[in-house]
């Protein structure tokens, strides 16, 4: 094996200040990692998925759904992430022609789905626009 790279990494187990799940979009990754910042939430557990909420609210098959959840868990269980943040934005592919409430629509019902699965995690959702990042209540 040959090194390409040298890099020094804490090798302390990190707690986790939110899992988030998101789509894998990468046009959103700047201003969500700048948003995050902003938030306090330095170190996350990160989740990408197409669709982000699709795959909980919504999901072709159920064993999408149970993917989800299975990562949630080990976030919750390794990282001790007690919230999550969920995010869907503007333009998604998974959701082609759909209107914004469709989207809010979703992270909603994946919020419900969360929240029946853990009931001890503070979910929050946000919608990504090319202008900014809304909350969704």
Avoid at 10 to 20: G, L
Avoid at 120 to 129: G, S
Wanted: hydrophobic letters at 40%; proline letters at 4%; a negative charge.
């Amino acid at each position: 094996m040959q090194k390409l790279f040298h890099f020094d990494c804490a090798r302390e187990v990190y707690q986790a200040d939110a899992c988030i799940i998101s789509c894998f979009d990468a046009r959103f990754d700047l201003a969500l990692r700048k948003f995050l910042k902003r938030r306090g939430i330095l170190t996350y557990d990160q989740i990408k998925i197409p669709g982000s909420a699709k795959a909980l609210a919504t999901p072709d098959t159920e064993a999408d759904r149970d993917f989800v959840l299975r990562m949630v868990r080990t976030s919750m269980r390794l990282h001790h992430s007690t919230r999550l943040w969920m995010f869907a934005h503007s333009d998604c592919g998974a959701y082609p022609g759909a209107p914004v409430e469709t989207q809010t629509a979703d992270l909603q019902t994946a919020t419900q789905v969360l929240q029946g699965a853990e009931p001890t995690l503070a979910v929050q959702c946000f919608f990504c626009d090319f202008d900014g990042v809304y909350s969704v209540d």
